[in-house]
């Protein structure tokens, strides 16, 4: 890091806002900040393997990611400086607030914050990092709305079968239905998008994605810090609920998706960085003595394609509707190879227990499982 770089004030105020997996999201309070936070979150990793130092994530996303976006279309992180002590506190809090019932602190917690944090979240705290990652606020001003939502495989997997019935998302996302049956043995959630739709060259399947994104039907995502882990949609301030035939929100994002080709350019990108699949990747084993062997060109090809296939889309609609739709895309963190094990599990499941292909064993009395996959719809149109 250079000393030209920024570092947070000590006595900048943070404000806990979100997290996911692998990241918390602060707000910042740019009132007691230079003008370079105004519109920021400071986003900072957990402690977990699979978490790259941060200064390391820039690095690496500044390389990778960088030179196949345009800047206007992605969220650029900027690599910051952290006062000492800072991590230490956040974690204390972080425990504070998993002591939060209905909203109240236990007595003896003291602190303003009036959100609990997410039980399945309890346990995992900061990683002891020296920097943090700036992201760009995405909440909308004014009267715009923003829909943010994960566009995941635009294409299938190099290694599905010729035979297949269900894109990657599908095939995960039925495999993720029949575990949810199994387990609560109740109603199922409706299925979410398909993504192949986004990518299609028919306006009627792109505008079958963006109907199901906008309609607050459609199940809600598990969250990230910034985003869901799986296709769906996440309305924030400012997007009204509904999916009326009469939306104006509808045309506008076919539009949109017509004359930006993001999707398209998305899914070329994932198919020319990955088209022998997870399960043809080898792990270049790092040596007994002295630093880890950085990964070999074929995979960090590959752990680009995967970045893609799980990025997020923000997506701002102005309340001019005269106005041009603008998305930028965001989660770019380029992904680990620790994370190679358990995409292939993944994968084989999908393959061996027949998600790919509808032919999976259901339990007795188990209805069928519709994903509605466009691939089972007209798959001469995705072989391509």
């Not at 906008?214 to 296709?231: E, I, M, N, Y």
């Not at 350019?265 to 043809?280: E, I, N, Y």
């Not at 069928?368 to 007209?378: E, N």
Request: charge should be neutral.
């Amino acid at each position: 890091m250079s000393t030209r770089d920024p570092v947070l004030p000590q006595n900048v105020e943070l404000r806990y806002l979100a997290e996911g997996a692998a990241n918390i999201v602060y707000k910042v309070d740019s009132s007691a900040a230079p003008a370079i936070f105004k519109g920021k979150l400071l986003r900072l990793r957990k402690d977990l393997p699979t978490t790259l130092p941060c200064a390391e994530a820039w690095e690496r996303w500044n390389q990778h990611i960088r030179p196949l976006l345009a800047p206007s279309e992605m969220l650029s992180p900027e690599l910051i400086a952290l006062p000492d002590q800072l991590i230490a506190r956040l974690n204390q809090h972080l425990r504070h607030l998993e002591t939060v019932v209905q909203g109240r602190l236990d007595v003896g917690h003291p602190t303003t914050h009036r959100d609990r944090r997410p039980p399945s979240r309890h346990g995992v705290y900061l990683a002891p990092d020296a920097h943090g990652l700036l992201v760009t606020d995405m909440t909308p001003a004014g009267d715009a709305a923003v829909l943010e939502f994960k566009p995941k495989w635009l294409a299938q997997s190099p290694s599905a079968p010729s035979d297949a019935v269900r894109c990657r998302t599908c095939a995960l996302n039925a495999r993720r239905e029949h575990l949810q049956r199994r387990r609560h043995a109740g109603p199922a959630s409706p299925a979410t998008f398909c993504p192949l739709r986004l990518a299609s060259p028919s306006e009627d399947e792109v505008r079958k994605a963006a109907a199901s994104l906008l309609d607050p039907q459609t199940p809600p995502p598990r969250r990230s810090s910034l985003s869901s882990d799986a296709a769906g949609s996440l309305k924030l301030a400012g997007m009204p609920d509904g999916a009326d035939p009469d939306d104006r929100r509808l045309p506008r994002f076919c539009a949109w998706a017509r004359e930006s080709q993001l999707f398209h350019r998305l899914q070329h990108l994932q198919l020319s960085l990955d088209d022998q699949g997870v399960l043809a990747a080898t792990l270049d084993p790092s040596p007994q003595s002295g630093p880890p062997r950085p990964p070999p060109p074929a995979l960090d090809n590959l752990l680009t394609a995967m970045t893609l296939r799980d990025c997020s889309v923000f997506l701002t609609f102005p309340a001019d509707e005269r106005a041009p739709l603008t998305a930028r895309l965001g989660d770019l963190d380029h992904k680990s190879p620790l994370k190679l094990d358990r995409w292939r599990t993944v994968e084989r499941q999908l393959l061996d227990e027949g998600w790919y292909t509808a032919t999976e064993t259901y339990l007795s009395g188990e209805p069928p499982i519709d994903m509605d996959c466009m691939l089972s719809l007209a798959p001469a149109r995705l072989q391509a």
